[in-house]
């Protein structure tokens, strides 16, 4: 099983600042590395596709990066809305492996 | 507008059997593979299975291997999960989902499982 590790674990941020969440696996995943992000008492929602593909609809702020075990998501300029848990989910190998998640709370 | 609704969970003992069902609507159901994954907050979300378009192709966490099985009814536009010998560590969310190009594009709003006596 490919393990996803994630930091940080928690991180608080003012509005308009830069975010980098990391992502790595234990074994490489190639590009099949998504992110998804959470918001309280709803469903998750698909930020970002094979590593670095932006979704339609999705702000310009979120972006991915990364190939192989390390991977970024970069949220250019925190917005209050972003408030949220953020996953990687990889659907490289089964059984497919999400993730723990980083929290990102408004300061 | 995709949708993917979620039922027949429930409180149920130890030991016990339940059917979820995700009703699927706004796409052509029988041309996606499909997906359950479920969410506690002490173990996060855990892939616990998948199923082919055609149904031919199945998958699951090791956890639930011999005990749940993934079905589909393409005529009713419905996925299943089959839960039987339920233990205590199976209480979750349970998302239904579906992927695109093998990736999760679409969850459903979740349906809770409750394994307690």
């Known amino acids: 099983e490919i393990v996803l590790t994630q930091s940080p674990d928690f991180q608080s941020v003012t509005p308009k600042e830069k975010v980098t969440i990391t992502c790595r696996a234990s074994q490489s995943v190639g590009s099949n590395l998504h992110w998804y992000q959470q918001k309280p008492d709803q469903s998750p929602t698909l930020l970002i596709k094979y590593a670095s593909q932006s979704i339609s609809g999705v702000p310009s702020r979120f972006s991915g990066s990364g190939s192989g075990t390390d991977f970024t998501l970069t949220i250019s300029s925190l917005e209050a809305e972003d408030a949220a848990a953020y996953y990687c989910h990889q659907s490289s190998s089964l059984p497919f492996t999400f993730g723990p998640g980083t929290k990102v709370d408004i300061k | 507008e995709v949708q993917l609704v979620e039922s027949g969970g429930g409180l149920v003992q130890p030991g016990g059997s339940l059917r979820l069902s995700c009703a699927a609507s706004?796409?052509?159901?029988?041309?996606?593979?499909m997906h359950w994954v479920r969410q506690t907050p002490g173990r996060g979300l855990v892939w616990v299975s998948r199923?082919?378009?055609?149904?031919?192709?199945?998958g699951y966490v090791d956890s639930v291997k011999g005990r749940f099985t993934i079905s589909r009814d393409s005529a009713k536009n419905t996925l299943y999960l089959q839960m039987n010998s339920l233990r205590a560590d199976d209480t979750a969310i349970y998302y239904c989902a579906r992927t695109t190009g093998g990736t999760i594009d679409y969850w459903g709003q979740g349906s809770l499982v409750t394994v307690s006596s």
């Open positions: 706004g796409f052509t159901f029988s041309y996606y593979w």
């Open positions: 199923i082919s378009a055609d149904g031919s192709s199945t």
